[in-house]
C-alpha cells in the first residue's frame, strides 16, 4: 500500500544546507583574494590548480629538486606527503621568495589514524563506536602533524563498504550511513577545530567522492553502479554529513559514477555537491585520476582536463593534465576564464582560512615538533583509544581475562613484528617504536614473567605474495623454513604452557589501497598453525589482527576465546596486554559484518527484506531468498561485540505509541552490569519502517550510548526518536518521512534486542 500523506521535508534542489563552518561569507577573505587575482596571469592561476608528486625532494634539497622550478614560475598549488617543519619551511621559502606573487604553498599527507602517534586504523576507530575519542584521535593527529609543518590532511575516508575483499574497508567506518555519519562530523571537528587558521588545526579532505566503496567484486578502482535510492539513502549521507560538519575540501574518487568517472561528473560535482549541498571548499582529485580517465575511454590529456574543470573540479593530483593541457581548450572556448577563476578562487580561500597568507610559515615552528609529537601523553591516549577498539568475538568458560599465574606460550607470525601494529598509511610512523604483542606483553607480565614464544608461521605462505603484502617499511621476516618446521618449533615448547596466545591474522599491507583479496579467510599456514596448537590440549587464545572483516568460521567453532584487535596503532601492544591482562574490558562493537563464507558477500545488516524472506529461525527454506549450502546470517552481525562481564537488558519503554512533527517519542531501556567485571555497552537503537512507498530496510540504526557500568549496576538510557529519523529519500529524491507503523530495536548488536512499536502520524 502506498501512503497518501508524507512529510516532505526537501525537494533537493531547493535544500537548505548548513554552510560548512570554514567557508562562511567572509568580505575580507573575498577582497584579498579578488585583489591577489587581480594580479595572476592566467599560468599563474592554474598554477594553483596544479597538485604535482613532491618528487625527490622528499630526499634531495628542496631547492635543487625537480619541482623547485615549476614552484619559482608559480605553477604549483600545493604538495604533498613531504615532512618535516624543516623541510616544508625550506620547500615553502621557495614560494614566498622566489615566485613572483609569493602565494604560499599548501602541504597535504594522508594523515588518517594519527601522525607520529598512530592511533588504530579507522576501521578499528569505528568500532569503539566513541565519538568523542574518536574525535579526540583526530584533533591528536592534526596538533602533531601541524607541529610538523602539514596543514591539510586527506581524511577522513568515508566510503560505505560492504565488500570485505575490498582491502580499502580499514581505512573507512564500515557499512553503516548513520555510524559512518556521526564519525564523519567528529573527525572533522577533530582535524578542523573551531578555527582553521590556528597553527594546530588542519584542514580536512572528504573522500573518496563518491561511492568509492562500491567497486565491483571489491576490486580496487573497480567499475560501481547503482540506483540514485540507493546512492541517496545508503552511500551518500556521510559524505554529506562531512560537508555539513564543515569540510573544507573533498576528494574525488578513482571509480565511475553513473558511467562517467568521478573527476568528470559535473551532477557529482556541481549539481550534488556544491548546488544541492552547498559546499564551499575546494574539490582535489585522487591521485592522477584525472589522466586515468584517458584509460576510462574518456579521451585524451586535454579532453579530460577539461571535462574534469568543467565538472568542478579544483585541483589536479600528479596528472598534470591541467597545468598543461588547459590553456588550448580556453582558446576554443570549450572552457571559460570563469571557471579557471573559480576554481583558482577556491584554493586560494582555503589557504586564507589556513592563515597561510600572514604567515606562510605558520605550521613550520622548529620547537613545536619536538615538544608537541609523539609525547608521552599523546601515546597514552593512542593506547587506551587502541584497547576501546578491540572487539571480543568469542570467550568460551571465560577464558579471558587471563587470570592468575600462567606460563603463556605467545605463537604466530604478528606477535613480534611492531612495524606491522601501525597499519596501512601511517605514512610519519616511526616504526621502531611502535609496540608489538610480545613487547607488550613482556611489559605487562614483569621480567619474571613465564613468556616463551615461537612463530609458528609465517604470514602468508607464498614467498611472492609475502613481498606483495610486506611493504612500506612493514617486513613480515618471511621464514624460510617449511611450515612444518615452525609448527613443530611452536608445538615442542608445549609441555611448558598453561595457556597459548596466538597471534595470527593478515599484515597490515593486506589491507589499504590495491590490497583486495579474493579468499578472505587466515591467510596461508595459520589455520593449520591453530589447528596443531589446538591439539595439544591446552587452552587457545586467538588475537586476531586484521584490516577488515575475514571468513573464520572454522576458527570461531574450535577456538575458545577470539579477540579481533585490527591494527591498533603505535601502542597496540601495550593496549592488547592491557585487554588480554583485564586491565581493560573490552567493549568494541562491530562496524561491519563478519560473513560466514565468501557466497554471503555482500553482506550487510540493513538489507532490504525481499519478497521472499526466510523466515524467523529457519536456514533453508525452499523457493525463498537463501542458500542450499549455508544460513544467511553472518558469522558475527553489525553492532556485535562481547564483554567480560554480561549486560541485561530489560524494561523498553515508550512515551507514547505516537509520533508526529511536532511530538517526539522517548524510548528508554534499562541496561544492567549482570556479571562480575566493571564495563562499557554501546546500546544501539534501531527502527524499521514497516511500509514505504519504496522498500525499507529490515533494520537501521538510528542511535547509540556508550554508557559505563560498574558491576551490579544498572542504568536507565534514554534516546529520543523524532519524524527527522524517520526521513529518507523516495523515489523523487525528496527527503521525506511518511506516516505508518515502526518497529523500534534496542539492544547490544543488530541481532540481540528488545522490540517494541509506534506510529507516525
Ligand atoms: C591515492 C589514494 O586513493 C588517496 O586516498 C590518497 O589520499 C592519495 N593517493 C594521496 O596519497
Redesign the pocket.
Known sequence: MLRNLMYVVALLPLAAFTQPRTQLANPKMEASVSELMKKMTLEEKIGQLNLPASGDITTGTANSSNVAEQIKQGKVGGL??IKTAAKIREVQKIAVEQSRLKIPLIF???V?HGYKTVFPVPLALSASWDLALIEKSARIAAQEASADGICWT??P?VDIARDPRWG?VV?GSGEDPYLGSQIAAAMIKGYQGDDLSSNNTILA?V??FAL?GAAEAGRDYNTTDMSRIRMYNEYLPPYKAAVDAGAGSV?S??NEVDGIPAAANRWLMTDLLRKQWGFKGFVVT??TAISEMISHGMGDLKQVSQLALKAGIDMD??ADGFLNTLKKPLEEGKITVAEIDAACRRILEAKYCLGLFDDPYRYCDPQRAGKEVFTTENRQVARQTAAQTFVLLKNDNQLLPIQGKNKIALVGPLADNGENMTGT?S?AADFANSVSLLDGLKTALGDNADLLYAKGSNVVDDSALDARVSIFGKPTRWDKRSPKEMIDEAVAISPNWSLVVAAVGESAEMTG?SSSRSDIGLPGNQQALLEALLATGKPVVMVLFTGRPLTIAWENEHVPAILNVWFGGTEAGNAIADVLMGKVNPSGKLSMTFPRSMGQIPIYYNHKNTGRPLAQGKWFQKFRSNYLDIPNDPLYPFGYGLSYTTFDYKNLQLSGRELNSARKLKVSVEVSNTGNYDGAEVVQLYIRDLVGSITRPVKELKGFQKIFLKKGETKTVEFTLTEKELRFYNSQLQFVSEPGDFQVFVGSSSEKWLQGNFTLK
Do not use: A, P
Open positions: 604533498f606527503n597535504g599527507m594522508d588518517i586527506f581524511s575516508m580499502r581505512e579532505c573522500k573518496h568509492y576528494m574518487s578513482f585522487d591521485y593530483m600528479v598509511w605514512v589501497e
